[in-house]
């Protein structure tokens, strides 16, 4: 079974309007982080928000958010205004494990989002 | 600057001609890792070491190695390279111990083997 599954391949959103990216998970760890990236075409993986398994509130980090439902087991991405330079592939990773864990993050297929003007 | 830093960027080689993939990190990071990104497929882990002279198998170490002589640098080797390696590389790294540590990546190396 995928321990990260992003059901959205691909998504077209008109600028300015807010973006949710979906992403479940599959964990018996109670302890873990969930982990958004961004991919654009150029090729590089950059970090954009993170959420731990204990954090009560949901993580923010500018136009980033991420919808915590920890019950649903979903870490949803929610980019509000969206840009143009917000096209790009979008991936949810989760870390398993306190203390980090042996095992690095384990990544979802990804969602590919184009925003059009 | 704090980054990761892989070379080369882009490499297109031949069935079975040896070649290594470099990495190194200034940031001081005990875990370190390489990813392969296939279409489709998302990224894959190929080996990883929490710190130096350990590593250890990630999900698809076949036809890979790797060596952990010292903490910033991460090499992957390819012994005897064939098409079913052509993807792109991505080496990361992280600290060791701290769940909100992100993994910090390189830029990539796309490889192509004919």
């Known amino acids: 079974a995928q321990k990260i599954t992003q059901t959205q391949p691909g998504m077209f959103v008109q600028e300015k309007e807010a973006v949710t990216l979906d992403c479940t998970y599959d964990?018996?760890?109670?302890?873990?982080?969930l982990f958004w990236y961004k991919q654009p075409s150029s090729g590089e993986m950059i970090f954009l928000i993170y959420?731990?398994?204990?954090?009560?509130q949901n993580a923010t980090e500018g136009r980033y958010s991420l919808n915590f439902q920890k019950a649903r087991k979903s870490a949803n991405l929610v980019i509000s205004a969206s840009q143009l330079g917000d096209s790009a592939m979008y991936f949810c990773?989760?870390?398993?494990?306190?203390?980090?864990?042996?095992?690095?993050?384990?990544f979802g297929k990804g969602t590919h989002l184009i925003i059009q003007p | 600057e704090a980054q990761v830093t892989q070379n080369p960027r882009y490499l297109i080689t031949v069935t079975g001609k040896k070649l290594t993939v470099t990495c190194s990190q200034n940031?001081?990071?005990?875990?370190m890792s390489w990813y392969r990104q296939d279409p489709g497929l998302g990224l894959r882990q190929i080996y990883y070491?929490?710190?130096?002279?350990?590593?250890d198998k990630g999900d698809v170490p076949e036809g890979y190695k790797v060596s952990r002589k010292e903490k910033r640098n991460f090499p992957l080797i390819l012994e005897s390279p064939s098409p079913n390696q052509t993807s792109l590389y991505f080496c990361?790294?992280?600290?060791?111990?701290?769940?909100?540590?992100?993994?910090?990546f390189g830029n990539g190396t796309r490889l192509t083997v004919t």
């Open positions: 990361a790294s992280s600290h060791q111990g701290r769940d909100n540590s992100p993994l910090h």
């Open positions: 964990t018996s760890d109670q302890s873990y982080g």
């Open positions: 940031m001081n990071h005990e875990y």
């Open positions: 070491s929490m710190n130096v002279e350990v590593t």
């Open positions: 959420q731990g398994s204990y954090d009560e």
């Open positions: 990773a989760m870390r398993e494990g306190p203390g980090g864990g042996a095992d690095g993050l384990t």
